[in-house]
């Protein structure tokens, strides 16, 4: 079946800007998760819907990340004055149920200039 | 908190040699245990995981991890690498509760005729 899949799959920015980056989980998967990874490094969380509540937002580094789920389902990262500093590939994941195997799509590269 | 650690950032091999990647962790309180591989230009995939029972786990393409609690360690061992294998591997922990993922910052295993 489909995985999870992120649009768009790059993006080039300005200094400054407002990016969104959506994410489409697997169907029926009520968990989903944000993660950022910086060249050189692992993963680092962002932020955990389960169902349409961010459950966990802790890895959300300033108030400039925000991200939504309204229907439970397709999620939306969003990122207001970008900095070069969040230039990164942007991952979703998503899995059955809490604490289930995560699946993880194949990120949005995002690039500051 | 938990955290992770990866001592090798780079692993050179030739083909048909064992290999061993390297993974301690640390936590307070019990752990589930993954190992995630992301080949060139792909995302992330599972490779195999520690949620409970047998310390040895397997995946089906010849990689074992034993889990070792008195060590706080989950190495990755394979006993006849191939070019195929070719990839960046990140281990990662998360607590029975816990929601997130914590990742090392990955070894890249670099097979070689």
């Known amino acids: 079946g489909a995985g999870v899949s992120q649009t768009p799959s790059n993006k080039v920015t300005e200094k400054g800007k407002y990016v969104e980056l959506r994410c489409d989980p697997i169907s029926g998967h009520t968990a989903l998760y944000w993660y950022r990874q910086s060249l050189g490094q692992g993963p680092e969380f962002l932020i955990y819907f389960q169902g349409t509540g961010a459950a966990d937002d802790s890895g959300l580094p300033n108030d400039r990340f925000f991200a939504v789920r309204p229907e439970g389902s397709v999620s939306t990262l969003k990122i207001q004055r970008t900095e070069r500093g969040d230039s990164a590939v942007y991952l979703c994941a998503s899995s059955l149920r809490r604490g289930s195997a995560i699946d993880f799509g194949p990120g949005t590269r995002l690039t500051v200039l | 908190a938990q955290s992770v650690t990866q001592l090798d950032s780079q692993v050179p091999v030739f083909e048909e040699a064992p290999v061993e990647l390297r993974c301690n962790y640390s936590?307070?309180?019990?752990?589930?245990l993954f190992w995630y591989v992301q080949y060139p230009n792909q995302g992330l995939q599972l490779l195999l995981k520690y949620l409970s029972g047998s310390t040895l786990v397997k995946s089906i393409n010849g990689f074992e991890a034993e889990f070792n609690k008195s060590q706080t360690s989950f190495h990755l061992r394979k006993p006849s690498v191939h070019i195929s294998d070719t990839a960046e591997y990140f281990c990662?922990?998360?607590?029975?509760?816990?929601?997130?993922?914590?990742f090392g910052t990955g070894t890249r295993l670099q097979v070689t005729l």
């Open positions: 936590s307070s309180v019990s752990v589930y």
């Open positions: 990662a922990v998360t607590t029975g509760t816990a929601s997130k993922l914590t």
